[in-house]
């Protein structure tokens, strides 16, 4: 007998699944409520069910996340968990708690098959997609580890498909996540405050916005094409010209009406006042915000972090444009948890690892 982890339903599916073992579907939302709301993962403590209903559940399902391998906390109150998904594969998840705010960075992919060439994440291959609850475990670990109590305060407000991998080329697990980080009956969420970050995958982020739109966040990091190829390398299947109209397209879905640019400062390979200048006019149709990323070093990148003077006097171009810009303050990076630097664990099947190391 198969047994299926209910961390795996968002509410239509798990209904489906109540049906199908002979149980009125309004259970789901019992269950889904036990399981992501109070974070209960016992059947037999889910006391408005009868008893026969927890005893056939018991038996037939279970809820499991992924398991903790280690914990890290910084300086500055930045958590990062290191979570097996089997047994070769570990992903990173982080929890950044800020005065106003707690935002969680979950993955998506065992690894990242994209290649950008500053990322940690990028250099160490790719392995699979996460199912979804292997995603949304994620949350519901990281809401039992920061010990919210059942209907307290909420610690996490944010959350952010920042980690490891690429969202987008796990569209349906990612979907399927989101719409339980927004049910009312599980995290309940704003699609304000769930955020979606891509390299560019322009076909999947049409999809996005007619099926599940959220705030989007696109990685750019270079102002042209040329530059762009090396950087991210998928920019060569979706170029500047086309990955623009997309956001274009995206906005009149989106809770927002600006896509973020995500851009990581390097020095001396895009971080000029004339790469600013060229950006200025790359988004002059795009509504937008600039969120500038200071460059985390890890060994045998081959790049450097841009000085703060020239972080400044791009800032300025981009701001005396008119453009909304902040700097991203490095949070996490003394336990490796900053922008760029998550590599968890990943039984490589690229093989890009090695020659990487």
Partial sequence: MTVVNLLDFDAEKLAGFFSEIGEKPFRAGQVMKWMHRFGEDNFSN??????????????????RSPGLIRELDAFDGTRKWLLAVDEGNA??????????????????????????????????????????????????????????????ERIISNVVMMGMGEPL??????????????????????RRRVTVSTSGVIPAMDRLGERCPVALAVSLHAPNDALRDVLVPINKKYPLKELMAACRRYIEHAPRDFVTFEYVMLDGVNDSVSHARELVKLVKDVPSKFNLIPFNPFPHSGYGRSKDPAIEAFKAVLMDSGLVVTTRRTRGDDIDAACGQLAGKVMDRTRRSGAAA
């Fill in 46 to 63: 889910m006391s408005d069910l009868a008893k026969s209903l927890r005893e056939k559940l018991g038996e037939k399902a279970e809820i």
């Fill in 91 to 152: 992903v990173e998840t982080v929890f950044i708690p800020e005065a106003n705010r707690g935002t969680l960075c979950i993955s998506s992919q065992v690894g990242c098959a994209l290649e950008c060439s500053f990322c940690s994440t990028g250099r160490q291959g790719f392995n699979r997609n996460l199912s979804v609850a292997e995603i949304i475990g994620q949350l519901w670990w990281a809401n039992r580890a920061l010990g919210r109590e059942p209907g307290g």
């Fill in 169 to 190: 080329l796990n569209f349906e697990n990612v979907v399927t996540s989101l719409n339980l980080m927004l049910d009312d009956s599980a995290y309940g969420l704003s």
